[in-house]
Every structure is written in C-alpha cells, then in structure tokens.
Nanobody, 119 residues
Framework: QVQLVESGGGLVQAGGSLRLSCAGSGRRFSISTLNWYRQAPGKERELVATITSGGSTAYADSVKGRFTISRDNAKNTVYLQMNSLKPEDTADYYC?????????????WGQGTQVTVSS
C-alpha cells in the first residue's frame, strides 16, 4: 500500500509564505510524476504544479513565479514552496503520485492540507 501524507498548511496573511510537504511511505513504485492539486470551496480540483522523475517542472499560470515544486528522493518527500500568497490561493491542497505500480497504473492521493490566506 502507498501512503501520502501532506503537512504544512495553515493560516497566513496575504503576501506571506508557506511550505507544504508530502511524505510518501509504504510500497515503492515507479513514480512518473508528483503533483500538487488544490480545490477551493465550490470549485473543481485544479493542477497547481508537477515535477517529473527527471526533475522537470510545470506550473499553473496562476502560480507561476510564486510557487516552487521540488522533491527529495532520499526522504520520499515532495514540497511546494508558496510565496507571495494571495487570498485566491485559499484551498485544500493535495499531493498526488502517479506511475507504474507493478503491472498497473498507480494513482495515489494524500488526504489534503488546508491553506487559508487572509486579506
């Protein structure tokens, strides 16, 4: 079984910073990409940032230049550094790992961590 546990969410004022962490444990599989998604109240879940096994990154336009995704393979952890936070960044943030898991495609999610940005 694969477990992903997010941490680092909380309440921050606009302009502030937070760093989210997502620690993986359990059965290892061949991860293709690690992703951070977010879901604001009443909105659909959106992809915020992606990092591939080769280290390439991609970001939603709304967070480019403010958020940075990184990974520490030795710690089985992916991070999301969020700077210059805005009230519209308020959401539940989820990490997601996808890749080949044995003979099937693995798609695993954490339970989410809440980020609230006050104006």
């Amino acid at each position: 079984q694969v477990q992903l546990v997010e941490s680092g969410g909380g309440l921050v004022q606009a302009g502030g910073s937070l760093r989210l962490s997502c620690a993986g444990s359990g059965r290892r599989f061949s991860i293709s990409t690690l992703n951070w998604y977010r879901q604001a109240p009443g909105k659909e879940r959106e992809l915020v940032a992606t990092i591939t096994s080769g280290g390439s990154t991609a970001y939603a336009d709304s967070v480019k230049g403010r958020f940075t995704i990184s990974r520490d393979n030795a710690k089985n952890t992916v991070y999301l550094q969020m700077n210059s936070l805005k009230p519209e960044d308020t959401a539940d943030y989820y990490c997601n790992a996808v890749g080949i898991d044995g003979t099937s495609w693995g798609d695993y999610w954490g339970q989410g961590t809440q980020v609230t940005v006050s104006s």
